[in-house]
């Protein structure tokens, strides 16, 4: 079994930053590619940014050139850089991987963490 355990979501002014970290454990063979996405009640859950296994990125437009996505193949870890947070930044964040793992045999799949809430104040 694959677990994600996500951390650094708080409450922060407008302007200011934040740092999520996401860490995958359990029987991991090799993490595929890893990304962000971000949920606010009655909306769909939408990408924030995305990381490949060659470390390829891609943003959402309305967070380009304030978050920076990046990850540790080493310790099976993606993070999340925020600055000049605003308010519609507001929302529960939720890393995703997509992990190859065994189990007596290989399997890959989609594992979600539990999600941490980010509060932008005005």
């Known amino acids: 079994q694959v677990q994600l355990v996500e951390s650094g979501g708080g409450l922060v002014q407008a302007g200011g930053s934040l740092r999520l970290s996401c860490a995958a454990s359990?029987?991991?063979?090799?993490?595929?590619?890893m990304g962000w996405y971000r949920q606010v009640p009655g909306n769909q859950r939408e990408l924030v940014a995305h990381?490949?296994?060659?470390?390829?990125?891609n943003y959402a437009d309305s967070v380009k050139g304030r978050f920076t996505i990046s990850r540790d193949v080493a310790k099976n870890t993606v993070y999340l850089q925020m600055n000049s947070l605003k308010p519609e930044d507001t929302a529960v964040y939720y890393c995703?991987?997509?992990?190859?793992?065994?189990?007596?045999?290989?399997?890959?799949?989609?594992?979600w963490g539990q999600g941490t809430q980010v509060t932008v104040s005005s």
């Open positions: 995703k991987m997509y992990v190859q793992a065994f189990a007596g045999y290989y399997y890959t799949q989609d594992y």
């Open positions: 359990g029987s991991i063979s090799k993490i595929n590619t």
């Open positions: 990381i490949t296994s060659s470390g390829s990125t």
